[in-house]
């Protein structure tokens, strides 16, 4: 098993359309939790952290569910510019949590 | 603010051949990383270090070689290249693992095409 597994996509959705990702990961111990942006050609930058209590940025909605080992990125009333790829990033143990460890990344398209 | 820089931003090596990309970063950051894009793999980790003079293989390390004799920089080397390190390189740095949630700040990319 994948130590961080994302659903590749891509989702296609409407300019303000609601759109959910999620993310799984397989260490139960692990430790910090991101999602990142990453435009086409371009180095990915933090979008959010992640936090226990689950939290909002904006039209950005992250949750972590360290029960079932999943986060999952809640976008609403998306943006023509929020068409990137959206990438999962885990920090998990071993090594004294030195590791940071990305997903493959989910694809959205927002479309006019 | 430079943050994370990277050279060379584009390259083309013949098989065989040796090169070396720089990273350098001016924030200070003890964690430096290297990692590999390709489509459909994601961001694999080649080499990262955990403070100067310290190095150590992530999850693809065969290939490649890399040394951290300053804090702000973080060299990654082909020694003998090969078409199946054809790939975009990313360099990241981070604070450090012992405060939660501390960001990872990447350099824009090396285009490296191996023929």
């Known amino acids: 098993r994948k130590e961080v597994e994302q659903d590749p996509g891509p989702f296609n959705v409407p300019e303000g359309a609601t759109v959910a990702f999620n993310c799984t990961y397989s260490?139960?111990?692990?430790?910090?939790f991101f999602w990142y942006r990453q435009d086409c050609r371009k180095e990915p930058k933090l979008l959010m952290s992640?936090?226990?209590s689950g939290n909002e940025d904006g039209r950005f909605t992250a949750q972590l569910n360290r029960a079932s080992q999943y986060i999952s990125l809640l976008i609403r009333d998306s943006k023509l510019s929020d068409s990137a790829t959206y990438l999962c990033?885990?920090?998990?143990?071993?090594?004294?949590?030195?590791?940071?460890?990305f997903g493959t990344g989910t694809r959205l398209l927002v479309s006019p | 603010n430079a943050g994370v820089t990277q050279t060379p931003k584009f390259r083309v090596l013949k098989t065989g051949q040796s090169m070396t990309l720089l990273c350098a970063q001016d924030?200070?950051?003890?964690?430096m990383y290297w990692y590999r894009q390709d489509p459909g793999m994601g961001l694999r980790l080649i080499h990262y270090?955990?403070?100067?003079?310290?190095?150590a293989k992530g999850e693809v390390p065969d290939g490649y070689n890399v040394s951290r004799l300053k804090k702000q920089n973080f060299l990654l080397g082909l020694e003998s290249a090969a078409p199946s390190q054809t790939s975009v390189y990313f360099c990241?740095?981070?604070?450090?693992?012992?405060?939660?949630?501390?960001?990872?700040?990447f350099g824009q990319g090396t285009r490296l095409t191996v023929v």
């Open positions: 992640v936090y226990s």
């Open positions: 260490n139960s111990a692990s430790q910090s």
């Open positions: 990033v885990v920090n998990p143990p071993g090594t004294g949590f030195q590791k940071l460890v």
């Open positions: 990241a740095s981070r604070p450090t693992a012992f405060q939660m949630n501390t960001e990872a700040f």
């Open positions: 270090s955990v403070g100067e003079g310290t190095t």
């Open positions: 924030m200070n950051h003890e964690y």
